[in-house]
């Protein structure tokens, strides 16, 4: 069929969790499906005096055009804090704010990716890097994700023969699996991309949010060539739509190129209230907090889980973040389970939109614990278990 559209969008599908979500935000249901942040943990009044001061003292400026790279202020903040909590030297002129981190993995795929470029990516992997890297009609290569982080000896192989340009990975608390690289593995994997040439895309989106183990650093402390990925997202608000890439000089210049053409530069506004946000308070205890509450919620979903999911399921046991991630009895479709569960009122994603190859996952599932309280936690995972002997799990 003769077609108007451009021949990426052939390979461009709607989110498959965008569609779920427009079910799920019936009040009736119990959503496990969305990746949200709780939103009684959003400094509210907090942003709203940063913003009243902002707009009262300098609204000339924060209303009018500003620079590409972004605000000062906020880009020495993000390195003063990346030097105090993770060692790493990174100077102001190498970080880039941008409009949310999915913004960064658009500004990435341009700067790197022709048509037919190969990019590794996790084996599940995050839906919204495939997304937005399949608009440059990339080959992806999959490699499986195991408990204490990527197979490194596939990740080798797959980087000897398929001659690829990024290795994208979230290596703390990956959505959707919940997943953390170890540190011997972050060190396994530098050492793989460094042998190999490939540029890593390190996206840490949930680093901040652990609680529970022991931290760990970040594959850029171990690789230089590593695009860093931030976001303001889990540890403010996701609303105000601001991320960051660091990157070294030369990636840098090419970023700078792209983000230009696609908006001139992030939403000024929400950089300066966030910037005021982060002058006036302390982040720390905030995140703090966060962590308290994601950390018993985990806690509770995963005690339910071993009370009422019948012998045979599996899940990680998240230290951090937002998901844990399902497996069901080889043979059971997650799909199936979805149809009985949204029945019962119960909502989770299924696996398969987290890989790229057609039929994988299919016995798997993402459940979100972040943003649903303790009795809705009892009760959901409780009509799931019910669902499960259905299906004979
Ligand atoms: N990366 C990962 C791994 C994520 O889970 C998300 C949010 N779901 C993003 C990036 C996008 O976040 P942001 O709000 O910063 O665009």
Not at 27 to 45: D, K, R, T, V, Y
Request: include cysteine; aromatic fraction near 10%.
């Amino acid at each position: 069929m003769v077609t108007i559209f451009a021949d990426r969008m052939e390979n461009s599908k709607k989110s498959f969790i965008r569609e779920i979500l427009k079910v799920t935000q019936q009040p009736e249901i119990i959503s496990f499906a969305g990746g949200l942040p709780n939103p009684a943990l959003f400094p509210a009044e907090e942003l709203a005096a940063a913003a009243a001061k902002v707009m009262s003292e300098d609204a000339s400026n924060v209303l009018q055009y500003s620079t590409t790279e972004g605000y000062l202020p906020l880009r020495e903040f993000i390195a003063q804090r990346y030097l105090e909590k993770s060692g790493l030297k990174i100077d102001p002129s190498e970080i880039l704010i941008t409009n949310g981190s999915q913004q960064s993995l658009d500004l990435i795929g341009k700067v790197f990716l022709n048509k037919g470029d190969r990019v590794v990516i996790e084996s599940p992997g995050y839906l919204g890097a495939i997304q937005s890297f399949s608009i440059f009609e990339p080959e992806f290569r999959e490699v499986p994700l195991m408990d204490d982080g990527i197979d490194i000896d596939a990740l080798d192989n797959t980087l000897e023969e398929s001659d690829a340009k990024l290795f994208y990975t979230v290596p703390t608390f990956q959505n959707p699996s919940g997943v953390t690289y170890s540190q011997e593995k972050r060190e396994a994997t530098a050492r793989v991309l460094d042998k190999h040439g490939v540029v890593c895309v390190e996206d840490n989106a949930y680093g901040e949010l652990r609680f529970a183990g022991e931290d760990v650093p970040t594959i850029r402390n171990y690789l230089e060539n590593t695009i860093l990925m931030g976001s303001f997202s889990k540890i403010i608000a996701p609303g105000l739509r601001l991320g960051w890439i660091c990157a070294n000089k030369d990636i840098m210049e090419r970023l700078l190129v792209v983000k230009q053409a696609a908006d001139l530069h992030s939403n000024y506004l929400s950089q300066r209230i966030i910037c005021q946000y982060l002058m006036d308070n302390d982040i720390d205890s905030h995140i703090s907090r966060i962590k308290g509450a994601y950390g018993s919620r985990r806690d509770y979903m995963v005690n339910m889980m071993s009370r009422y999911f019948p012998e045979g399921i599996s899940y990680t046991k998240p230290e951090g973040g937002m998901f844990v991630w399902v497996t069901l009895p080889e043979g059971v479709s997650s799909m199936d389970l979805f149809d009985l569960a949204i029945k019962e009122n119960v909502a989770f994603v299924p696996g398969s939109p987290f890989y790229t190859i057609e039929g994988a996952g299919s016995n798997t599932l993402r459940l979100n614990y972040s943003n649903s309280d303790p009795d809705d936690i009892e009760e959901g995972i409780k009509r799931l278990a019910a669902c499960m002997e259905k299906l004979s799990c």
